[in-house]
């Protein structure tokens, strides 16, 4: 299966989020540690249609869903990111 490659900032502006690297590193620091047994789209911070988006692309494995993966790693383990 061919997939569109994204980059981390572009899942960011998806997001609706600042997607330059310190919004990154800031939204980062704010949200981290996320605790194990909490999925990605179920944290609190996000807003209902940030939540659906994410939820979506993980449930679809759409081309976003490794990015997703990726947030949800940096997310629970700030230090390696």
């Known amino acids: 299966m ?4 994204h980059h981390f900032s572009e899942l960011f502006a998806q997001l609706g989020l600042p997607a ?9 620091i704010e949200h981290a540690p996320l605790a194990g047994n909490i999925k990605l789209p179920d944290a609190k911070f996000w807003s209902p ?13 759409s081309d976003w ?3 997703v993966d990726q947030l949800s790693e940096a997310l629970r383990d700030p230090e390696r990111h």
Do not use: H, N, V
């Open 2 to 5: 061919d997939k569109s490659s």
């Open 20 to 28: 330059d690297a310190p919004g990154i590193a800031k939204f980062l």
């Open 49 to 61: 249609a940030q939540a659906a988006f994410l939820r979506e692309a993980l449930l679809e494995d």
């Open 65 to 67: 869903a490794e990015l």
